[in-house]
């Protein structure tokens, strides 16, 4: 069928519309209200800011669509109630702020942060001092690694951090505290490195500083269990999901360094890394020190499954 004129329009619109708006200033949702980002501003006096007291998700928009937002909206639903933070408001009605903040900056691609706060209240750990939580929504963009990265894989070490067992705060909970994941991330840097294996306190495999790990041998797919001390990553569900349909079942089984060592391929999923090749870990290529077979076969179905699913923005 020939394209009529107004669908030839169209991209060339949204193009310079988009570009229009990311020379914009950013409108945040805050509480209810969309503002501008110079007046999006919280208290010092916010349990947040204090005690790092709250939660957290990070979701990606593709080609005008919220990648996952149900599973994303559940798992900050449960973050907060594991913490006994009440949002103030209901996942339908943080839903629909979602979708407003990503159609008042215009965005079709991007990352989206949902921030709940513990809000205002006094000095002191106390977090029944503060009678409201606050909700904050940014809609951006991210770049967790280095563009030619998609292309060529990371760099990986074995970080000293540890990933904290559940018998202190769970793995689950997406909170304002990340210092542990971000001191893995500096020992990264510091070696040259982009991203990081952290181990659990036994010394086995839990998952990279903000992204699930993968690794191939011999055609069989793995990635530690969620015991091991990793995040139930959404992307880790729908690449497993993904494998499944390509007529391949991933095992979840514990692995140590040594996996990753002798692995034919190695990946890592994230809604902010998306799915990535590792190449190198402690120095060792993997493999044969480039992006593997599958590892790029896995990459391209995501793409495709990213852009073809999830909930339109009315713009
Ligand atoms: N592990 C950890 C510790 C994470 O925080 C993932 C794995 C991947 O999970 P998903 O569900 O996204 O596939 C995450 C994800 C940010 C940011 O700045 C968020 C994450 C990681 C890095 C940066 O918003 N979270």
Redesign the pocket.
Known sequence: MPLGKSQLAKPLLRRILSALMSSQPLKIYLDGEIVPENEAKISVFDHGLLYGDGV???IRIYNGRVFKLT??LE?LYDSARAICLTIPISIAEMEQATLKTVAANGLRDG?I?LVITRGVGSLGLNPYQCPKASVIIIASS?A?YPKERYETGLTLITCGTRRPSSAALS?QV?SLN?LN?IMAKIECMQAGCEEGIMLNEQGFVA??????VFIVKRDQVTTPPISSG?????????VIALLSEMGITCREAVMTRYDIYTADECFL?????EVIAAVQYDRRPIGDGKPGKLTEKLIAAFKVYANAHGTPVTY
């Open positions: 957290f998700e990070g599973e994303h798992r990352y942060r991210i967790l793995p997406k990340y994941n998952e990279c500083t903000g992204d699930n990793g995040l139930d990553g959404i992307t880790r569900q729908t999923t994230g809604t902010a890394a």
